[in-house]
């Protein structure tokens, strides 16, 4: 009964873009929710920001991934592209510090799309609650295109 009154919370988007469903991102540690839950964005920016107010985990050594711990305990993470890995930090430029705290609409990461772009890799970008076995229901908010920083993308309750 008291599950009715828990609190909604949202994520905005982490980068301008289309809206897509996990199912659809060419790689099956997403697709398949391996590594937690959430949507994808086909993006179009260059500036990948905080989807909301928390602690700045982790900063992954080649930028192309950003984690963060939400106050409510959930965990957070923006992968830009697939298999952008293998660029070994080449295009992406850190613009935050890691272990801090930051706003929803922080900069966390620019990246320089025509380099990453040329060199083959998609910059599909994978938004998840990597914890989601602690939310009670999550909703995808019905939008195909959003605008970093200000459109909400998620919507959900912690258990």
């Known amino acids: 009964m008291f599950g009715l009154f828990k609190k909604n919370y949202e994520l905005l988007a982490p980068v301008n873009g289309e809206i897509m469903d996990l199912s659809l ?3 099956a540690v997403f697709s398949e929710k391996m590594a937690g839950d959430g949507i994808a964005i086909n993006s179009t920016g260059g500036i990948f ?3 909301a107010d928390g602690n700045l985990t982790v900063i992954f050594k080649t930028n192309h991934a950003f984690a963060m711990t939400l106050k409510n305990g959930a965990e957070v993470l923006i992968h830009i592209g697939i298999d952008t890995v293998e660029l070994n930090g080449e295009g992406f430029e850190r613009l935050a510090t890691e272990g801090t705290d ?7 990461i620019k990246i320089n ?6 060199k083959g890799f998609s910059l599909i970008t994978p938004l998840l609650i990597t914890n989601s076995d602690s939310v009670k229901e999550m909703t995808v908010i019905k939008k195909t295109s959003v605008e970093v920083g200000k459109d909400k993308v998620i919507s959900y309750k912690m258990k």
């Open 25 to 27: 991102v060419p790689d």
């Open 49 to 51: 920001v905080a989807p």
């Open 102 to 108: 930051v706003k929803a609409g922080t900069p966390i």
């Open 113 to 118: 799309r025509k380099l990453i772009e040329a």
